[in-house]
């Protein structure tokens, strides 16, 4: 369907690094088309030097997250029709991260908090002991496999004004595994976890705007999950656990 | 001072003052009803010891809760340093709790 | 070339409103507290000294401001509480709508006072 009656988006893209500009694109409007569509489009048929990142394109690897429109988005699930305004999309690297070139962002710092928020599993027993039972209804559980679906894609980090305003805040998606392990009985790291959470970088920088959870992708709370982590770094401080 | 630390001091103090508020609220609008008069504030206050005791667990609660949350509007906002911070935090919480100390004894004690 | 593309469409959400509302109120309170606390102080020197500066508080500018004070008051305990709740218990959704009840709810209050002062 190429005639010349069909519909354009009018596309500004981000060309540049940290200093750049946008550049402006006429993009044919699809069906159920994905903002990512649109970008490999450009890509493909109008400027091959255009940057970006995506691998799976079904939402499950988290790696095609941009600004679309002011907001983050993850772009492989996102339909045009859900964010375009006015017939125009603008479409820019994820925000509170160093740009690397147009569409990419440097997901380092952002993987980095993960480290620092004590977001790896710390097991309690070796390879050669019997295999823990876990009852999937167990409170415990429960609580933990509400915050664990995260896919890495950056969205709730890019969203959050107080990662903007606080460089060293660890910032929503960091936290919401942080709780995640909190709450797995399987995990001897707790310690210096809420440790972590309770530092200068933690949970208490959280002021509850909710911008991570309205735009979550897989639909996860990390606002809950701070508020967790608010709850048990406070009782670990009064029973003199962490200072 | 402590990310934990504060958050506990001042959401304590919050819980704290939610009743004390409250009461407050209802004063200001119960007075102000009936014309606000310096007779009537001391008439209601002087030598009274539950108000006394109101009105000082009130400034002790609300100098910490506003010295916190001035610090860590300075922290986001102006991007000062910890050292700085704390200085801040505790010249304003000093500040108000000898302010109001002294409020509360001239409503209540003289 | 300019510097990064704007990113914060976010803001302006209702509950980031909130949190502004709730951070901008607590400062001007916290700006308040001294003078309101310096003004009770001059009964230490006597009834008619604070009378003295109630009469001041008789006109209308200063009774526009004392509505805006309770508003204040008000808006950050309701916003408060709401924050406190979100916290301390357990997870609940709605929150947009508990932070209109909340402002809708302060707003109400400083109408009482409104209708107090008159």
Known sequence: MSSAA?????????????????????????????????VTWIQRNADPTLAYRFACRVGVCGSCAMTVNGRPRWTCRTHVSKVVEDGRLEIGPLANLPVIRDLAADMSPFFDKWQKAEGTFVPSRTRHEPLETISPESAERQAADAAIECINCGVCYAACDTVRWSPEYFGPAALNRSWSLVNDVRDAGNLKRLAAAASNGGCHNCHSHQSCEQLCPKGLNPTASIAGLKRRTMQAYIRGEIS | ???????????????????????????????????????????????????????????????????????????????????????????????????GLRAVIAVVAL | M?????????????????????RV?????????????????????GEAELDGFLQWTKSPLVKFAEIGLVLLLAIHLLGGIRVLVIENMPWRDGQKRMATLAAVAAVGIAGVFLVALL
Request: zero cysteines; hydrophobic letters at 50%; proline letters at 2%.
């Open chain 2, 1 to 99: 001072m402590s990310a934990v630390r504060l958050y506990t001091w001042q959401r304590l103090t919050a819980v704290l003052m939610v009743p004390l508020i409250a009461v407050h609220l209802i004063v200001i609008i119960y007075a102000t009803n009936r014309g606000l008069s310096a007779a009537e504030i001391l008439g209601r206050t002087r030598g009274s010891i539950a108000w006394g005791l109101y009105y000082s667990l009130f400034v002790v609660a609300a100098s910490i809760h506003g010295a916190i949350g001035v610090r860590g509007v300075a922290r986001e906002w102006l991007g000062w340093r910890e050292t700085a911070l704390d200085r801040l935090m505790w010249i304003f919480g000093v500040v108000l709790l000898v302010l």
């Open chain 3, 2 to 22: 300019s510097a990064r593309p704007h990113t914060t469409g976010y803001r302006g959400d209702r509950l980031w409103l909130a949190a502004m509302v709730h």
């Open chain 3, 25 to 45: 109120s607590g400062v001007l309170l916290a700006a308040f507290l001294p003078l309101h606390f310096l003004v009770l102080g001059l009964a230490i020197r």
């Open chain 1, 6 to 38: 069909e519909t354009m988006i009018d596309v500004r893209v981000w060309r540049g690094g940290e200093e750049g500009e946008y550049q402006s694109f006429s993009v044919p409007r699809r069906d159920s088309q994905t903002v990512l569509d649109v």
